[in-house]
């Protein structure tokens, strides 16, 4: 496991050593290296970043104002922090904001390692419980709705819309969708291949429910859902299966 790094510092040669020690760790990965934490939101806005080594002290906008502007993101996986520092009494700050770690200036590569290393660790075991959101059956799978698992049959399944870090499961004769807290794509892996498909990249329909199909668009029941150009090739070839 691989995990997208980015490192925050407004002094250029705290910023060159951190940079350093995250190239040269297997385990990470430099997305970049930025001198104020304003630099850095943009850059989280835009990418999946997994990890934030962050100076505390900056100007305009600190280390410990944008930990909480993390804090407020919705979904679970969102960036974690080790926190950089040459001040002791940060811990309770850190702590409300829920940091991984300290690493308190001047650090070496050991006590990096040990921090990264704790990252990683954190890593892992988030991506096994994710994993263990969406348990697949022969005939049905649980989703985790709101704070219970919620057993779901899979004939019952028609269509299921992505919305960023959920995915709305729309059931046979049920008018209101179930809201799981899991992304498409995650959902994507767990369902059976043979009966599902991902047509658009915010939809994936049950093949046994498509009433009709067009060159750009699906017909289930009432609702169309227009097949995304990458997408066709996909529909195209399980067609060709039917005539």
Sequence with gaps: MVLNCIAVDDEPLALGLLSSFIAQTPFLKLVGSYSSAIAALEVLNEQEI???????????????????????????????????????????????VDALGYLLKPYDYEEFLNASQKAL????????????????????????????????????????EGLKDYAKIHLLNEESPLLS???????????????????????????????????????????SITIGEQYKEGMKQFLSNWY
């Design 50 to 96: 997994d990890l934030i080594f962050l100076d505390i002290q900056m100007p305009d906008l600190t280390g410990l104002q944008l930990a909480r502007t993390l804090e407020s993101k919705p979904g679970g996986n969102k960036p974690r922090v080790i926190f950089t520092t040459a001040f002791h009494n940060y811990a309770i700050e850190g702590y409300k």
């Design 121 to 160: 660790a954190y890593a892992e075991k988030f991506k096994t419980a994710q994993q263990a959101l969406v348990n697949v059956m022969d005939d049905y799978i649980f989703l985790k709705v709101e704070y219970q698992m919620v057993r779901v049959e899979i004939k019952n399944i028609v269509y299921i």
């Design 181 to 223: 807290l899991i992304t498409l794509k995650a959902l994507e892996e767990k369902l059976p291949k043979q009966r599902f498909m991902r047509i658009h990249r915010s939809f994936i329909i049950a093949l046994e429910k498509i009433d009709a199909v067009t060159k750009s668009s699906v017909q289930i029941g009432n609702t």
